[in-house]
């Protein structure tokens, strides 16, 4: 999850500064921008800042490190998103584009033909053009036929309004402007709106016979359908010649498709790809159960939850099937996600949160009862849920991990005694310390736990802190 926030219009230079900001800090020995690097950068994430202060960082490094603080994987993704906003800044809004688009959302055809009628060139305009930037930024009229990401159902006649936008001189190729964007056709493909409505199929023909591209050449190509809960779109494409493989078939809850993907001895006849690698046996089962549970084939789940699976497998919007499972206060497959060996404390998300935190979220207080009386729940979960048994357990079983560091929510690289500082639960702070948790560790977002008390404004907590050493991060150098 990304620690920092972009400006509505991000500036390339100054992100440039920021990133040299880091740099000279690393240099004149600061642990903050040790702790930053440590949680944004693989090559230091096993190592101390002490450690860290000692190793050149390249200019690189720096500039990676904050793209990722920003959420974006590496500089060139973070670069591409800077220029893409200023593309989209700089379109012109078309006066009628909104009263266009509103016609398109509510089947007014008539409407719609009287617009373009008054302006052709309305067909080639832009609309979202506003920030915040996302996948829909920069659109045209003929984007918004896949009802993606309008949440509502598409109106009967939208094949015949795709038609007339294409007929009167759309582009069936044209992409959107924003980040992660697409074509029509792929915009359709993912749509969820368009599969419900029973639509997908017919705006798929029609945009392949207006000169959109279709890309079959293998089953990775049903993914993003899949993914984003569009059935139809996958059909169409499989009727189009992509060939379904075990993913498809769980997704889709073909079940004569999928137990053929097994030989007599129940062993996964072709390891599947996935971004171009083959994958291993038991990543491949624990992901098509993940498909088979989001896309609600419980048929594919009771079969695949017989084999041999790596039940923390993610990929499909969010989450392994356990974190799936508890927010949907799914108790059944809760537990049997954990007895077949799910791992209650897998963070693997966007969110960097275990299944206890998406039940919570999800308000399934059942599940969270459950977990917290059944499963292993760490220290972590223990402070932030206020579970003080759970505390104790942890603390006698394994005190060395009284100082352990991981994401959570949205801190980096934190350990127990920053989210009870944050927390404000001075009971913790007091238990955590007397077990040897060390004040002056530096989460990933540059921070000590006195730097968090002062901000918390929490006086009792800055004194109990400064009692036991704490400093904050700028009086600590290497």
């Known amino acids: ?73 590496d500089w060139a993704s973070l670069k591409r998103r800077v220029e893409q906003e200023r593309r989209v800044a700089g379109l012109q809004p078309h006066p009628h584009f909104e009263a266009a688009a509103a016609a398109v959302y509510a089947g007014d055809l008539d409407t719609l033909k009287r617009l373009v009628a008054a302006d052709p060139a309305l067909v080639h305009a832009r609309g979202k053009l506003e920030p915040p930037y996302g996948y829909f930024s920069g659109v045209t ?17 939208i094949v015949e309004i795709a038609r007339f936008l294409l007929a009167s001189g759309a582009d069936a190729r044209a992409e959107t402007c924003g980040p992660n964007g697409g074509d029509t056709l792929s ?35 049903l993914r993003a359908s899949l993914i984003n809960h569009a059935p139809l779109a996958a059909e169409k494409l499989i009727e189009r010649g992509v060939k379904p ?18 030989d007599g001895n129940g062993k996964l006849r072709e390891r599947p790809m996935r971004d171009g690698k083959r994958m291993s046996a038991r990543d491949a089962i624990g992901l098509a159960l993940l498909f088979a549970y989001v ?25 392994a099937a356990l974190h799936r499972a508890a927010i949907e206060g799914d108790l059944e497959i809760v537990k049997r996600l954990i007895a077949k060996g799910a791992d209650p404390n897998n963070r693997d998300n966007p969110f960097n949160a275990t299944a206890l935190s998406w039940a919570d979220h999800g308000q399934r207080a059942e599940v969270v009862a459950w977990l917290r009386a059944n499963a292993a729940v760490d220290l972590h979960d223990a402070v932030c849920f206020d579970f003080p048994e759970i505390l104790e357990a942890r603390l006698r079983e394994a005190p060395q991990r009284v100082n352990a560091r991981l994401d959570q929510w949205n801190l980096p690289q934190g350990t127990a005694l920053h989210h009870a500082v944050l927390l404000k639960r001075e009971a913790y702070v007091r238990k955590l310390l007397e ?44």
């Open 1 to 73: 999850m990304p620690v920092r926030s972009l400006p509505s219009r991000p500036d390339l230079s100054q992100l440039k500064r920021q990133a040299k900001e880091l740099r000279r800090a690393h240099a004149d020995g600061d642990w903050a921008a040790a702790a930053r690097l440590r949680a944004q950068l693989t090559k230091f994430a096993a190592l101390e800042p002490t450690e860290i202060l000692k190793r050149p960082v390249s200019a690189a490094d720096a500039q990676r490190a904050l793209a990722r603080e920003y959420g974006y994987k």
């Open 141 to 157: 009229l003929l984007h918004h036929v896949a009802g993606n990401p309008n949440p509502g159902p598409l109106p009967k006649n």
């Open 187 to 221: 915009l359709v493909a993912t749509s969820m709106q368009a599969s419900a409505s029973g639509v997908a199929g017919d705006l798929i023909e029609v945009l392949l016979e207006y000169g959109a591209k279709l890309d079959a050449s293998g089953p990775e190509a």
């Open 245 to 262: 493989d075990l993913f498809a078939a769980a997704a889709l809850g073909r079940m004569e498709w999928l137990e053929s993907q097994f």
């Open 295 to 319: 896309n609600g084939k419980p048929e594919a789940v009771r079969f695949l939850l017989e084999k041999d699976g790596n039940w923390d497998m993610t990929g499909v919007n969010n989450g």
């Open 435 to 478: 077990a040897g948790a060390d004040p002056n560790l530096v989460a990933g977002d540059g921070r000590t736990a006195l730097d968090m008390a002062e901000s918390k404004a929490a006086p009792e907590l800055v004194t109990l802190l400064q009692t036991h050493g704490a400093k904050r991060a700028s009086e600590l150098k290497g």
